[in-house]
């Protein structure tokens, strides 16, 4: 299993034992490029946009968007329209943003729809944090793969590692039951506390080069072969 959560779910509708799981580490990309390159590509990347150094950028990375709460992170900017001057929300992902217009409208801000992106690490490392107020999700890689570049994360419970940013102190997790109040008032945070996005920032970077979070096929390689050797 991927999560906690995922054990917890087949022990409760099936009784399964829990000593039967075996948890393993996730399987995301190691970032290996260096300070230099993830800051000429928020450079080059905010240029291409013609989004201004200045501006605060939340970014919010998957398709599905109804499942993955773009309707709470449309509606979180909406809340913040006194800053609406000074910030940019960025959707990448395939979705239909038709559906999202009377919201996108409401916003005040500008919305940008980036499509399916091959090259969304750019885009990690141009935002200035990941919003994914998810209604579900198993795990999560977007969370783990955003703090590998060292942005912090806005998110909810109810994404299976959303204890991730909880442990590594690199965000923020709004808990269940979920109110629109509590996510807004985060994003308010999020957008106006240079110094916790540094913190933040930082924490990530340091979380990510001291937990495994990225030997999942090998992790599960060796217990295969480890319970097969019993036989």
Same mark, same amino acid.
């Given at each position: ?13 099936? /009784? ?9 580490? =996730?399987?995301?990309?190691? !970032?290996? %490029? ?6 000429? !590509? +928020?450079?080059?990347? +905010?240029?291409?946009?013609? *989004? ?30 006194? &800053? ?6 960025? $959707?990448? /992902? !395939? ?6 217009? !009377?919201?996108?409208?409401k916003t005040g801000t500008t919305v940008r729809f980036l499509g399916g992106r091959a090259d969304v690490s750019r885009f990690y490392d141009a ?24 942005? =912090? ?23 269940? =039951?979920?109110? %629109? ?5 985060? $994003? +308010? ?18 979380? $990510?080069? *001291?937990?495994?979070?990225y030997s999942c096929h090998e992790a599960a390689a060796g217990l295969i072969e480890q319970?097969? &050797? +019993?036989?």
């Amino acid at each position: 299993m991927l999560t906690d959560k995922e054990i917890e779910a087949f022990h409760r509708h099936y /009784g399964t034992p829990k000593e039967r799981f075996h948890l393993l580490p =996730p399987g995301v990309r190691r !970032n290996t %490029q260096s300070e230099g390159d993830a800051a000429e !590509n +928020r450079v080059s990347l +905010r240029r291409e946009l013609g *989004t201004t150094p200045s501006t605060i950028v939340a970014l919010f990375v998957g398709s599905g968007f109804r499942v993955k709460g773009l309707d709470r992170a449309l509606r979180a900017i909406q809340s913040n329209q006194k &800053s609406a001057s000074i910030i940019e929300f960025w $959707v990448v /992902g !395939n979705g239909k943003a038709s559906e999202y217009q !009377n919201l996108i409208e409401k916003t005040g801000t500008t919305v940008r729809f980036l499509g399916g992106r091959a090259d969304v690490s750019r885009f990690y490392d141009a935002a200035d944090f990941l919003l994914h107020p998810a209604y579900s999700e198993s795990a999560g890689k977007v969370l783990l793969e955003a703090l590998t570049h060292g942005l =912090p994360v806005l998110t909810t419970d109810t994404c299976g590692y959303a204890p991730h940013i909880e442990r590594a102190d690199a965000g923020f997790v709004v808990p269940s =039951p979920f109110t %629109q109040s509590e996510l807004d008032k985060a $994003v +308010r945070r999020f957008i106006e506390d240079d110094d916790a996005r540094k913190r933040w920032g930082h924490n990530a970077l340091h979380y $990510v080069e *001291t937990n495994d979070l990225y030997s999942c096929h090998e992790a599960a390689a060796g217990l295969i072969e480890q319970l097969l &050797s +019993r036989d």
